[in-house]
């Protein structure tokens, strides 16, 4: 079950790296990361996390690194404004969220295993299609973000308001009001999906729409970022996980770590913008 993974999850999460420059004192550095919808304690998580940041500091030079957790969107955004982080690890409806507002700049992105959220899926024991699925009830822990759930993952096929929704807040109650009838289909991530094969009953559901693979978490620059800071912790990302760290990245999930630019999401703004 979920529970049994927490350890090797990028939980949600917003990290403060306070740093300076070797041999020379620089002005703190802040790196907000929010990864929502992700499962466990953020304590849990801390000391795999604390190595990673210690790994990525040391990479760029850095010699300090603290972190501290939020598990919300609205507790990200606050931190923002109180202070101004120069990078942002975030996942896709975060970025496609707060892209204009905070003025995000693409460098990287970040593929983490056993967290979800680069495909999604209608689920049902009944329904055969998303046609089957349409004035029936819906249950799902995404349906906070209608926008992103309309224009990104159902890519126009569907509205929420083509369901009789039931908004859950953890994902097993999403496939557990599936498999005990209490709603004809779910809207799940790939994470979710994925423990379908691990839930007594689970056999019996199946996947009857997916939506296209979306991109993964974006790596963005504020521009708070200096130009020459922000081109070294670029240039430097894929890195991180390579060799020695790649111990450390798979402690808290991490599949690999790259650089990218906007381009490379291009497809998802655009759906999203419309």
Same mark, same amino acid.
């Given at each position: 079950?979920?529970?049994?993974?927490?350890?090797?999850?990028?939980?949600?999460?917003?990290?403060?790296?306070?740093?300076?420059?070797?041999?020379?004192?620089?002005?703190?550095?802040?790196?907000?990361?929010?990864?929502?919808?992700?499962?466990?304690?953020?304590?849990?998580?801390?000391?795999?996390?604390?190595?990673?940041?210690?790994?990525?500091?040391?990479?760029?030079?850095?010699?300090?690194?603290?972190?501290?957790?939020?598990?919300?969107?609205?507790?990200?955004?606050?931190?923002?404004?109180?202070?101004?982080?120069?990078? +942002?690890? &975030?996942? %896709? /409806?975060? =970025?496609?969220?707060?892209?204009? @507002?905070?003025? *995000?700049?693409? #460098?990287?992105? $970040?593929?983490?295993?056993?967290?979800?959220?680069?495909?999604?899926?209608?689920?049902?024991?009944?329904?055969?299609?998303?046609?089957?699925?349409?004035?029936?009830?819906?249950?799902?822990?995404?349906?906070?973000?209608?926008?992103?759930?309309?224009?990104?993952?159902?890519? +126009?096929? &569907?509205? %929420? /308001?083509? =369901?009789?929704?039931?908004?859950? @807040?953890?994902? *097993?109650?999403? #496939?557990?009001? $599936?498999?005990?009838?209490?709603?004809?289909?779910?809207?799940?991530?790939?994470?979710?999906?994925?423990?379908?094969?691990?839930?007594?009953?689970?056999?019996?559901?199946?996947?009857?729409?997916?939506?296209?693979?979306?991109?993964?978490?974006?790596?963005?620059?504020?521009?708070?970022?200096?130009? %020459?800071?922000?081109?070294?912790?670029?240039?430097?990302?894929?890195?991180?996980?390579?060799?020695?760290?790649?111990?450390?990245?798979?402690?808290?999930?991490?599949?690999?770590?790259?650089?990218?630019?906007?381009?490379?999401?291009?497809?998802?703004?655009?759906?999203?913008?419309?």
């Amino acid at each position: 079950m979920y529970q049994r993974v927490v350890p090797r999850l990028l939980i949600p999460a917003v990290l403060l790296i306070a740093l300076t420059a070797q041999g020379q004192a620089s002005p703190a550095v802040t790196v907000v990361v929010l990864k929502e919808h992700g499962v466990g304690s953020p304590a849990l998580a801390q000391p795999y996390l604390d190595r990673f940041m210690a790994l990525t500091a040391e990479e760029n030079n850095w010699t300090a690194a603290s972190a501290q957790y939020c598990t919300s969107r609205a507790a990200a955004e606050a931190y923002i404004q109180a202070q101004k982080p120069h990078y +942002g690890i &975030f996942s %896709l /409806a975060a =970025f496609l969220a707060l892209k204009e @507002q905070y003025h *995000l700049e693409v #460098i990287g992105q $970040v593929a983490v295993s056993l967290v979800g959220g680069r495909q999604y899926a209608l689920i049902s024991k009944s329904a055969t299609d998303l046609a089957g699925c349409k004035g029936k009830g819906l249950a799902s822990d995404h349906t906070d973000d209608q926008r992103f759930i309309e224009k990104v993952v159902a890519a +126009g096929q &569907f509205k %929420l /308001a083509d =369901f009789t929704l039931t908004q859950t @807040q953890r994902p *097993l109650q999403t #496939i557990k009001k $599936v498999l005990t009838g209490e709603v004809t289909c779910a809207l799940v991530d790939d994470a979710q999906l994925a423990e379908l094969s691990h839930i007594e009953g689970g056999n019996d559901v199946r996947a009857v729409w997916k939506s296209p693979e979306l991109p993964p978490m974006a790596v963005v620059a504020f521009p708070s970022a200096p130009t %020459l800071e922000r081109k070294k912790f670029q240039d430097n990302l894929s890195k991180i996980c390579d060799d020695d760290g790649q111990s450390v990245c798979g402690e808290v999930g991490i599949v690999s770590l790259h650089i990218a630019s906007a381009a490379d999401y291009a497809g998802v703004l655009s759906a999203y913008g419309k």
